[in-house]
């Protein structure tokens, strides 16, 4: 079983950057798909972007497209999140996950389980 750990989180500018970093530990950590959701005040989780184990496929959602870039590490079972151009709606609090499907994480809104959750990172996004 795969454990996560996020870190990053803080107060920035819109218009700023920040990069969301995620450790993993478990031998097992480069089979898994990784991916980050995240949830603002009063709304349900929502999926953010995903990346394949071999880090060739990625997956973003609409609302992110063109400002978040994921990556991840292997070797040091690392998961990034590189947030640009943010906006006041970015605010939320960001959720590292990881699973053996993508389609667990992109079609997280349908099926409302993913294996394995971080404990979040705050990320307020001012104005």
């Known amino acids: 079983q795969v454990q996560l750990t996020e870190s990053g989180g803080g107060l920035v500018q819109a218009g700023a950057s920040l990069r969301l970093s995620c450790v993993g530990s478990?031998?097992?950590?480069?089979?898994?798909?990784m991916g980050w959701f995240r949830q603002a005040p009063g709304r349900d989780r929502e999926f953010v972007a995903a990346?394949?184990?071999?880090?060739?496929?990625?997956h973003y959602s609409d609302s992110v497209k063109g400002r978040f870039t994921i990556s991840r590490d292997n070797a040091k079972k690392m998961v990034y999140l590189q947030m640009d151009d943010r906006e006041p709606e970015d605010t939320a609090v960001y959720y590292c996950a990881a699973d053996r499907y993508v389609a667990s994480m992109t079609g997280y809104s349908s099926t409302g389980h993913v294996e394995v959750w971080g404990q979040g990172t705050l990320v307020t996004v001012s104005s």
């Open positions: 478990g031998s097992l950590f480069s089979s898994y798909v």
């Open positions: 990346i394949s184990w071999s880090a060739g496929t990625t």
